[in-house]
């Protein structure tokens, strides 16, 4: 799908009849510029993937009309009963820059006009990753969340050869299998765990999930 700039996607909104958000930082993104220059169009039906986006969409008084109740990823999205009729529908995706075509590409095959509103770009920190290989080194270090694909790789450029072997051996918490692969591939030694969301609660409650299983005790009996 084309890309459309920013004036262009506020003009034609009312155009569309879906409006897909990808990700809490899509949402943020657009409904930012979108409610500076009005509210949105009263047919316009809003699609989150994930519980993060719905939330993000609930922060600026909307409702998610299309969303996934289990497994946030467009895979269970395209199953949804209002995604399959979509036959000469106008859909427009936000997201970053880049990223996964299945949505997009799957919709086009029922039918639907497919556009991509691109509101943020991706980019690798910055950031000294000094402090972060000073704790490896003494330990302190026990698991990693991960929420992305960009994000995993990113980490794994930005530690170099050291800090690799030492990322390689850190458990792991990512929110989808496709992650938990690419771990695989890159690699990764120790236990990577898939979150049952991406949301802060599927987060926290794969680190405690972590955490009981490591905790777990064992009876010793005698030899």
């Not at 569309?16 to 899509?26: E, G, L, M, Y």
């Not at 009263?42 to 497994?71: C, M, N, T, W, Y």
């Not at 990577?192 to 064992?218: F, H, I, N, P, Y």
């Amino acid at each position: 799908g084309a890309v459309l700039g920013d004036v262009a996607l506020l003009l034609r909104l009312a155009e569309f009849d879906i409006a897909v958000f990808i990700s809490p930082n899509a949402v943020n993104k657009a409904m930012n510029r979108i409610r500076a220059a009005g509210p949105l169009p009263e047919h316009l039906r809003l699609a989150a993937v994930g519980r993060g986006s719905a939330k993000e969409l609930k922060r600026f008084g909307l409702s998610a009309d299309i969303a996934p109740r289990q497994r946030f990823n467009s895979e269970a999205l395209l199953e949804l009963p209002e995604m399959q009729d979509v036959a000469g529908k106008r859909i427009v995706i936000f997201r970053g820059d880049g990223g996964r075509e299945l949505l997009a590409e799957t919709l086009k095959e029922r039918g639907a006009e497919v556009e991509y509103a691109e509101v943020y770009r991706r980019a690798k920190p910055k950031a000294d990753v000094g402090a972060l290989m000073r704790h490896w080194a003494r330990g302190d270090i026990d698991v990693i969340t991960v929420t992305s694909n960009e994000g995993l790789h990113n980490l794994f450029d930005m530690v170099g050869q050291l800090g690799r072997q030492w990322l390689r051996k850190t458990p792991l918490i990512v929110v989808s299998e496709r992650q938990a692969e690419l771990a695989q591939e890159l690699g990764f030694q120790a236990r990577t765990l898939v979150a049952e969301s991406a949301a802060d609660e599927g987060l926290l409650q794969a680190v405690k999930d972590w955490r009981q299983s490591q905790t777990a005790t064992t009876v010793d009996t005698p030899s």
